[in-house]
């Protein structure tokens, strides 16, 4: 007897993820306090963010395209 399951089949290729960082992690990497990361997102001013249940999830490649879109460069002087 088979199986068969109503699961789309995608290749292992093409279903490559990025993991999700927290605001813990995007605001170490940013070098500003996570407090400076929640006001950005209040003000609509921050890199875009997914909220998962109740804690905030930041896309890794949204992070690095919301920094060269502020003109801020690899040393932190923008």
Request: glycine share 8%; charged share 25%; with cysteine.
């Amino acid at each position: 007897m088979s199986r068969t399951s109503n699961r789309p089949t995608v290749s292992r290729s093409r279903t490559v993820l990025e993991r999700l960082l927290s605001a813990d992690e995007v605001a170490e990497f940013l070098g500003i306090p996570v407090s400076t990361l929640y006001q950005w997102r209040h003000r609509g001013c921050g890199p875009d963010a997914y909220r998962v249940g109740r804690h905030l999830r930041y896309d890794p490649a949204t992070v690095r395209s919301w920094l060269e879109e502020h003109g801020v460069d690899h040393d932190g002087v923008g």
